[in-house]
Nanobody
Framework: QVQLVESGGGLVQPGGSLRLSCAASGSAFSSYTMAWYRQAPGQQRELVARIGAGGSTNYVDSVKGRFTISRDNAKNTVYLQMNSLKPEDTAVYYC?????????????WGQGTQVTVSS
């Protein structure tokens, strides 16, 4: 079992920056693929960025060059550095952890943190 707790959301002006953190409890954090998703009002949840157990990363096109995902396995934490924020980045951001182990799929979600980009 893995518990995920996000922090770092808030209100920021366009062009500003925020860093989201997701602290994980439980074991074997380093073996999980970690990801950030977001969901804006009236829209489906979308994958924003993902980092594999080996450190490989993927980003949705709309955030490439602006957002950076990273992980610190010693602290059981994954980060999302968000720069040059735009109003369309406004959403609830969710942390996700998943892994496939011996044919079983393990998938965990945090409670979400609100990011609002507005002047």
């Amino acid at each position: 079992q893995v518990q995920l707790v996000e922090s770092g959301g808030g209100l920021v002006q366009p062009g500003g920056s925020l860093r989201l953190s997701c602290a994980a409890s439980g074991s074997a954090f380093s073996s999980y693929t970690m990801a950030w998703y977001r969901q804006a009002p009236g829209q489906q949840r979308e994958l924003v960025a993902r980092i594999g157990a080996g450190g490989s990363t993927n980003y949705v096109d709309s955030v490439k060059g602006r957002f950076t995902i990273s992980r610190d396995n010693a602290k059981n934490t994954v980060y999302l550095q968000m720069n040059s924020l735009k109003p369309e980045d406004t959403a609830v951001y969710y942390c996700n952890a998943w892994r496939l182990l011996f044919g079983a799929y393990y998938d965990y979600w945090g409670q979400g943190t609100q990011v609002t980009v507005s002047s």
